[in-house]
């Protein structure tokens, strides 16, 4: 079983990409209107690094949705 961590790092991840890819923006895009490296954001994507709730803000306001929208299990 998962530690409930990884679960929650798997779930961001793949909601930021879910999210990014809708909206047809490169990674690199979205890192740079969020404000955090390139490379940073594959590990959030691949649910590999953790994020703090600022960079979650970041994202969810870059993507255009709530944070709600990045750590619900779809």
Partial sequence: MRPPL???LA???ANVRTLREARGLPQDELAHLAGV?????????TGKRNLTLKVLERLASALRVPETDLVIRR
Avoid: P, W
């Avoid at 490296?37 to 994507?45: F, M, N």
């Fill in 11 to 13: 779930v961001v991840g």
């Fill in 6 to 8: 990884m679960d929650f």
């Fill in 37 to 45: 490296h390139a490379t940073y954001l594959s590990g959030i994507e």
